[in-house]
């Protein structure tokens, strides 16, 4: 079993910047492969990025590439999703998630066998 916690949304003005964490905890949570996902209530849950076990290989969206960026800490067990000029678009329900799958990174959600409760980001025009 792993459990995911997220912190870090908010609200915040187009331009600015935001990260997002997310503590695993769990005896095997460092075998997993992590990604963060993010929806809009009525739309399905769309993948952000990923990173695998070792933090040598990350993913991205189109959407967010050279925005975003995702990071490991393996001691703390803690992914974080860093976040740059962000858009109105960018609003949405922040979920982390891991996955026994490691490379190449998984872009499916139903490839993710955990999932965190979400935190929600809000981006003001």
């Known amino acids: 079993q792993v459990q995911l916690v997220e912190s870090g949304g908010g609200l915040v003005e187009a331009g600015g910047s935001l990260r997002l964490s997310c503590a695993a905890s769990?005896?095997?949570?460092?075998?997993?492969?992590m990604g963060w996902f993010r929806q809009v209530q009525g739309n399905e849950r769309e993948f952000v990025g990923g990173i695998s076990r070792s933090s040598d290989f990350t993913a991205y969206a189109d959407s967010v590439k050279g925005r975003f960026t995702i990071s490991r800490d393996a001691a703390k067990n803690t992914v974080y999703l860093q976040m740059n000029s962000l858009k109105p678009e960018d609003t949405a329900l922040y979920y982390c998630?891991?996955?026994?799958?490691?490379?190449?990174?998984?872009?499916?959600?139903?490839?993710?066998?955990?999932w965190g409760q979400g935190t929600q980001v809000t981006v003001s025009s």
């Open positions: 769990g005896r095997t949570a460092s075998t997993y492969g």
């Open positions: 998630a891991a996955t026994p799958y490691n490379l190449p990174i998984a872009r499916r959600a139903n490839l993710y066998n955990y």
